[in-house]
């Protein structure tokens, strides 16, 4: 072998391997944008007087299972508490985590989901940026179970 294949064969190695880095460097830095969640916005009421307007009814007592709703990349299914009338947690039963960028976004969604279904007392929550479709299916799962809870 001549001394200008070997350098033929070494530069083109060595172009391959660059070339795969940048690739590699454009995936990963393209995966990264793509898991990348905004945090949400969380917007309180101001606090104002005391108005007429009559509280919610209560709910009873159990525990209710909502019916499973379709978040795009799976199926989001609720589960409420209520003790005293009040909705005391927020278990999701099943929810889209068979990829990793929805395991990503559901770390930090389920959280903030469940905490607003609390203190809202209600399935009228603020949707999370970047969790949109797996928000509404929270909404329409826990609706569901909370309707069970004002039947019964």
């Known amino acids: 072998m001549s001394t200008g294949d070997q350098f033929f064969k070494k530069a083109l190695l060595s172009s391959f391997v660059v070339i795969g880095f940048v690739l590699y460097s454009l995936h990963a830095r393209h995966e990264q944008h793509i898991i990348t969640i905004t945090p949400p916005i969380i917007r ?14 209560g709910y009873k007592d159990g525990t209710y299972t909502g019916n499973p709703a379709d978040a795009f990349y799976g199926t989001v299914q609720i589960q409420a508490v209520i003790n005293g009338g009040k909705i005391t947690s927020v278990a999701f039963l099943n929810y889209p985590n068979d990829r990793n960028t929805s395991v990503t976004i559901n770390r930090q969604a389920i959280p903030y989901l469940q905490q607003e279904a609390i203190t809202a007392q209600s399935a009228q929550v603020d949707g999370v940026s970047g969790a949109t479709d797996t928000s509404q299916a929270f909404r329409e799962s826990l609706a569901s179970a909370l309707s069970k809870a004002a039947q019964q």
């Open 44 to 57: 309180r009421p101001a606090l104002s007087t005391p108005s007429a307007t009559p509280s919610p009814v």
